[in-house]
């Protein structure tokens, strides 16, 4: 049986996902990747798994569910490293940094990102223990990662990539909030400040703000809050780092408190996690999840989306009973906590199905229905899991002892879907549309060719709107907007990224932040020209609604990232 997939999945796989041979020869088709994939994620079933695989199968080649890139890529595989994000720990020594540098290159080279909070390293020019040369501080140290992530790909067929974090209190905070100056540094970085309430109030206040020496806790110097959250505003304006992580707001969410306090998160931010804790994470395509009433108006196919969901968590339960540990400490804190992250692509797809403009309360508040009835029923996956396998052996110490045993610690995130998306012909995460045309370039050969986003371009055409004339506006334009004639409904419902208003891309990310018990992963897209003061107001609004983490990306702002988006541009 051939599934149905788009050119560009078919490209994608054919790149970077399907088995090769010793001689590098593709040896499997994409229905192939798909049962090799549910055959091994099957293999943690004890009772009825021929069922279990064909379940999962058809998840995957229905283009329903699924799972991170390391999934499709190693399951059944010898590499069998099926996790997308791990976080590890930096300590103050050399060998620790060094010993972290090593874990960091094995986990890249498997097609895992790394997230890192450097403050414990003590600041450039304080004392070392060895002679009488001066601490080099984490800046340099993040510049070695950086070179040794450049070096390492990911089992040949992507780049590794990394959140660097710095406390607000640490010494060289504002040397790390500027070190993307130059564009040229630190590229396989997403940088992230760390900051807590108190970081908040004091800029609030205009206070001045302590900074501490990590090695000794003695106080290093201070400087105005306002000095650092400017620093902060403006380098986000023009660089697009750094992010923030509100650490306070991340903590309050943290449903294994007994751990200590979470520090730091995986790449793209979705996935708070203790040090050597890995995740997997799994996307539903809600784009596919629409019916059509007995009028014919359509509507979300709750009954098919909670299925999904089911077997979806089920399926990442799976992943980490049939994973491969690269490092017994990975193996420790990831089985005793069994986090998984399930989420969604596909949003601003399903929107449009529906006729329901981004930019607009009722998505806002479908968005909030939609994350509370995937919760709910991943909770209830996971419930139903520990009553057949057991709580995860961290549940004493959780929120949810004694009321409810979970089989994992956490069930939710939102990703980026950066290429799963690409594979399911889908739009990313519950990103709005980038453009409605696009040039595409070919992930192998540099060809280029214009595309035409699917579910716009059927929408337009059955409505009697699609003319040649308006498939080269949107060449131009990106989008429908300054097309003569157009109802302002439609442009409404097909506005694209950079004409969303900020406050509705905030209002998305919060929608689907209350339901998700990890994070969600979201780029504020801002026109080119955003005025810089507009960006600290993001960054400041992001705080008041709760979020975990914000990030920004002014329209050109950035020219090497971390993530390539390959088949677009
Ligand atoms: N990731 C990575 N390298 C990449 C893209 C992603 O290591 O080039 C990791 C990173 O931890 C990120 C996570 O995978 O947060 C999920 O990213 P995404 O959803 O875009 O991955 P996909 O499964 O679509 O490849």
Same mark, same amino acid.
């Given at each position: 049986?051939?599934?149905?997939?788009?050119?560009?999945?078919?490209?994608?796989?054919?790149?970077?996902?399907?088995?090769?041979?010793?001689?590098?020869?593709?040896?499997?088709?994409?229905?192939?990747?798909?049962?090799?994939?549910?055959?091994?994620?099957?293999?943690?079933?004890?009772?009825?798994?021929?069922?279990?695989?064909?379940?999962?199968?058809?998840?995957?080649?229905?283009?329903?569910?699924?799972?991170?890139?390391?999934? =499709?890529?190693?399951?059944?595989?010898?590499?069998?490293?099926?996790?997308?994000?791990?976080?590890?720990?930096?300590?103050?020594?050399?060998?620790?940094?060094?010993?972290?540098?090593?874990?960091?290159?094995?986990?890249?080279?498997?097609?895992?990102?790394?997230?890192?909070?450097?403050?414990?390293?003590?600041?450039?020019?304080?004392?070392?223990?060895?002679?009488?040369?001066? &601490?080099?501080?984490?800046?340099?140290?993040?510049?070695?990662?950086?070179?040794?992530?450049?070096?390492?790909?990911?089992?040949?067929?992507?780049?590794?990539?990394?959140?660097?974090?710095?406390?607000?209190?640490?010494?060289?905070?504002? #040397?790390?909030?500027?070190?993307?100056?130059?564009?040229?540094?630190?590229?396989?970085?997403?940088?992230?400040?760390?900051?807590?309430?108190?970081?908040?109030?004091?800029?609030?206040?205009?206070?001045?703000?302590?900074?501490?020496?990590?090695?000794?806790?003695?106080?290093?110097?201070?400087?105005?809050?306002?000095?650092?959250?400017?620093?902060?505003?403006?380098?986000?304006?023009?660089?697009?780092?750094?992010?923030? =992580?509100?650490?306070?707001?991340?903590?309050?969410?943290?449903?294994?408190?007994?751990?200590?306090?979470?520090?730091?998160?995986?790449?793209?931010?979705?996935?708070?996690?203790?040090?050597?804790?890995?995740?997997?994470?799994?996307?539903?395509?809600?784009?596919?999840?629409?019916?059509?009433?007995?009028?014919?108006?359509?509507?979300?196919?709750?009954?098919?989306?909670?299925?999904?969901?089911?077997?979806?968590?089920?399926?990442?339960?799976?992943?980490?009973?049939?994973?491969?540990?690269?490092?017994?400490?990975?193996?420790?804190?990831?089985?005793?906590?069994?986090?998984?992250?399930?989420?969604?692509?596909?949003?601003?797809?399903?929107?449009?199905? =529906?006729?329901?403009?981004?930019?607009?309360?009722?998505?806002?508040?479908?968005?909030?229905?939609?994350?509370?009835?995937?919760?709910?029923?991943?909770?209830?996956?996971?419930?139903?899991?520990?009553?057949?396998?057991?709580?995860?052996?961290?549940?004493?110490?959780?929120?949810?002892?004694?009321?409810?045993?979970?089989?994992?610690?956490?069930?939710?995130?939102?990703?980026?879907?950066?290429?799963?998306?690409?594979?399911?012909?889908?739009?990313?995460?519950?990103?709005?549309?980038? #453009?409605?045309?696009?040039?595409?370039?070919?992930?192998?050969?540099?060809?280029?060719?214009?595309?035409?986003?699917?579910?716009?371009?059927?929408?337009?055409?059955?409505?009697?709107?699609?003319?040649?004339?308006?498939?080269?506006?949107?060449?131009?334009?990106?989008?429908?907007?300054?097309?003569?004639?157009? #109802?302002?409904?439609?442009?409404? =419902?097909?506005?694209?990224?950079?004409?969303?208003?900020?406050?509705?891309?905030?209002?998305?990310?919060?929608?689907?932040?209350?339901?998700?018990?990890? &994070?969600?992963?979201?780029?504020?897209?801002?026109?080119?020209?955003?005025?810089?003061?507009?960006?600290?107001?993001?960054?400041?609004?992001?705080?008041?609604?709760?979020?975990?983490?914000?990030?920004?990306?002014?329209?050109?702002?950035?020219?090497?990232?971390?993530?390539?988006?390959?088949?677009?541009?």
């Amino acid at each position: 049986m051939e599934v149905m997939l788009t050119d560009n999945a078919i490209e994608i796989l054919r790149a970077r996902y399907l088995a090769r041979d010793e001689a590098g020869k593709v040896v499997e088709t994409p229905a192939q990747l798909f049962r090799r994939v549910a055959r091994a994620v099957s293999m943690a079933e004890a009772c009825d798994r021929p069922l279990w695989e064909e379940r999962f199968f058809r998840l995957m080649e229905q283009g329903e569910f699924l799972p991170n890139s390391p999934t =499709l890529m190693n399951a059944g595989l010898p590499e069998g490293q099926l996790s997308a994000c791990f976080v590890l720990p930096v300590g103050d020594t050399m060998d620790a940094i060094f010993e972290c540098l090593r874990h960091t290159a094995l986990i890249h080279q498997s097609g895992g990102g790394t997230g890192f909070n450097f403050s414990s390293v003590r600041p450039r020019g304080d004392r070392t223990g060895s002679g009488p040369g001066t &601490a080099s501080g984490p800046l340099a140290f993040m510049q070695v990662f950086d070179e040794a992530t450049r070096q390492v790909r990911q089992g040949g067929r992507r780049r590794g990539a990394n959140m660097g974090i710095l406390e607000c209190t640490h010494p060289d905070v504002l #040397a790390f909030v500027r070190s993307k100056e130059d564009p040229s540094q630190l590229q396989n970085f997403n940088l992230s400040v760390g900051v807590s309430d108190q970081f908040m109030k004091a800029v609030e206040r205009g206070n001045p703000w302590a900074l501490y020496n990590p090695r000794d806790g003695k106080q290093w110097g201070e400087l105005p809050a306002r000095e650092l959250w400017g620093a902060i505003g403006q380098q986000a304006w023009k660089r697009g780092d750094p992010g923030l =992580l509100f650490l306070d707001t991340i903590n309050a969410g943290n449903t294994v408190p007994s751990l200590g306090r979470l520090q730091a998160t995986n790449p793209c931010g979705e996935l708070p996690l203790y040090p050597y804790e890995s995740c997997n994470l799994g996307s539903v395509n809600l784009r596919g999840m629409v019916r059509k009433d007995l009028q014919g108006h359509p509507g979300v196919d709750w009954e098919r989306l909670g299925a999904t969901v089911r077997t979806g968590l089920r399926f990442l339960d799976n992943v980490i009973s049939v994973n491969r540990f690269l490092l017994p400490q990975v193996r420790e804190v990831t089985l005793a906590n069994r986090k998984v992250g399930l989420g969604v692509m596909g949003w601003a797809e399903l929107l449009i199905e =529906l006729g329901i403009p981004y930019a607009s309360e009722q998505a806002v508040d479908l968005a909030r229905n939609v994350m509370g009835f995937i919760r709910e029923c991943s909770y209830e996956a996971s419930e139903e899991l520990a009553r057949e396998r057991g709580p995860f052996p961290n549940w004493p110490g959780s929120v949810f002892y004694p009321k409810r045993p979970l089989r994992n610690a956490t069930c939710n995130s939102v990703a980026p879907t950066g290429s799963i998306s690409v594979i399911a012909g889908t739009s990313y995460s519950i990103e709005p549309l980038y #453009a409605l045309a696009f040039k595409r370039v070919g992930i192998l050969e540099g060809e280029t060719q214009w595309e035409t986003n699917q579910v716009a371009y059927r929408w337009l055409l059955e409505r009697g709107l699609w003319t040649p004339d308006l498939e080269q506006h949107l060449r131009d334009n990106g989008g429908v907007s300054g097309y003569q004639g157009m #109802a302002t409904g439609v442009r409404e =419902l097909l506005a694209t990224a950079h004409e969303i208003p900020w406050e509705y891309h905030l209002a998305h990310q919060q929608a689907f932040q209350e339901h998700t018990d990890n &994070a969600v992963s979201k780029t504020v897209n801002l026109p080119r020209e955003t005025p810089e003061s507009m960006v600290s107001e993001v960054y400041w609004r992001a705080w008041e609604l709760g979020l975990k983490g914000i990030t920004v990306y002014r329209d050109g702002s950035r020219e090497g990232q971390v993530l390539q988006h390959c088949s677009r541009s």
